[in-house]
């Protein structure tokens, strides 16, 4: 059953149109690669379903509903509904592993025990108990992205969406961050990974949707890629 859905999505930045007429379904419990070159469309795509950006024209129904009719005032409460994974981390440099977790709780006014009870939780889960008084700055690329991931998961998603969450990665840690988001997949979430890394894609054997000059060019239920 879909959980994501676009129906005819277009994307226009004045004159520049970067995504054409869109229709794909994403389902629960879904691992999906979203893959193409730079300027394919992805990261916008992205966008779209984060609210950080509305189509030019077609509609966007993520549970039930169209997000493009939110309002303002809903877009926080929709936002928590979904983990999203960035490339660069985005982690705060002043604070420790435990805090840059749970901050995302603490702006949410959680009582102070509940954030300790579900911190606890997903920063085991990525394998970094032993780093909660640690900063930023004194872990590695791999350790920085799985507390990224795991400051995603603290309202326990439905949805998890990786932007290219190993491009600043070593194969080595690439690979155990593929397995820990394809872990969260088997808990039930939707997983959505952009990427243009075609090891990775052909490793993980997963449904891929090829993007090509904004517009979808394949949708295959298995395997690799070819661009």
């Given amino acids: 059953m879909p959980i994501i859905e676009l129906h005819n999505v277009s994307k ?6 970067v995504l054409h007429d869109v229709s794909v379904s994403f389902d629960k419990g879904e691992f999906v690669s979203v893959v193409g070159h730079s ?12 609210c950080e950006e509305v189509p030019t024209r077609g509609r ?7 997000i493009t009719q939110l309002k303002p005032k809903e877009l926080p409460y929709y936002r928590r509904k ?18 840059n977790v749970a901050y995302a709780l603490e702006v949410c006014d959680y009582p102070n025990a509940d954030i300790k009870k579900r911190v606890s939780k997903v920063v085991e889960l990525v394998g970094l108990s032993h780093r909660v008084h640690n900063y930023p700055n004194e872990l590695s690329g791999g350790e ?9 998961l603290i309202h326990s998603p439905k949805i998890l969406i990786a932007d290219e969450p190993s491009g600043n990665l070593d194969p080595v840690n690439t690979w155990e961050i593929m397995e820990l988001l394809y872990r969260i997949n088997r808990s039930g979430a939707l997983v959505i ?16 949707v090829l993007m090509k000059g904004g517009r979808i060019i394949s949708d295959e239920q298995s395997g690799t890629y070819v661009i």
């Fill in 12 to 17: 226009e930045y004045g004159r520049t149109k």
């Fill in 193 to 208: 990974l952009t990427t243009h890394n075609k090891t990775v894609v052909d490793r993980l054997k997963k449904r891929v």
């Fill in 82 to 99: 979904i983990g999203v994974i960035f490339q660069d981390f985005k982690l705060l440099p002043q604070k420790t592993v435990y805090e």
């Fill in 39 to 50: 300027g394919a469309g992805k990261s916008t795509i992205v966008k779209l379903l984060t």
């Fill in 144 to 152: 920085r992205q799985r507390v990224a991931i795991a400051r995603a």
């Fill in 60 to 66: 966007i129904i993520v549970a039930g509903r169209d």
